[in-house]
């Protein structure tokens, strides 16, 4: 399948699930294609590195140092099925967590063919929980996690 067709089986599925047309859901995929670009070869690598900034007295510096929170939970919105989710979802895997994924139960077949196209790139189906839950039982959930993200958009 050419990327052309990868791309227009994703636009005919937002616009099933969400209110777009297809130019607003191409763009979509057209953000989250860039996104992806962005961060192929080093730039994941370079995303992740330390830093130290001088202060304003002699001697003095801040130091970052940026490690994987571990267990996180992303939930996202309906209005956007395919960008927040995966640009989420790729920050927390590119810094080395274990999401759990809850996307909006009226939309979740987008994010549904995403991970399948994850997995059939390489990424391990065990490196993500995708989950479609009820409001209680995420709930619990999140109560277990470490760092919570809400994306509203």
Known sequence: MCAFQVSDFFCKLIQRVAPKSYQQAHG?????????????????????RSFAVPG???GQQSHGF???YGPTAIITPFN???EIPVLQLMGA????????????SKVCIVMEQMLRLLHECG??????DFINADGKTMNKLLLEVGFRQYENS
């Open 56 to 58: 304003n007295h002699l």
């Open 28 to 48: 979509e995929v057209y953000v989250t294609q860039k996104f992806l670009e962005n961060f192929a070869g080093d730039q994941v690598r370079f995303l992740a």
């Open 66 to 68: 940026r490690w994987p």
């Open 93 to 104: 895997l590119y810094m080395g967590n274990k999401p759990v994924l809850k996307v909006d």
């Open 123 to 128: 990424l391990p189906v065990e490196d993500v």
């Open 80 to 82: 956007f099925p395919l």
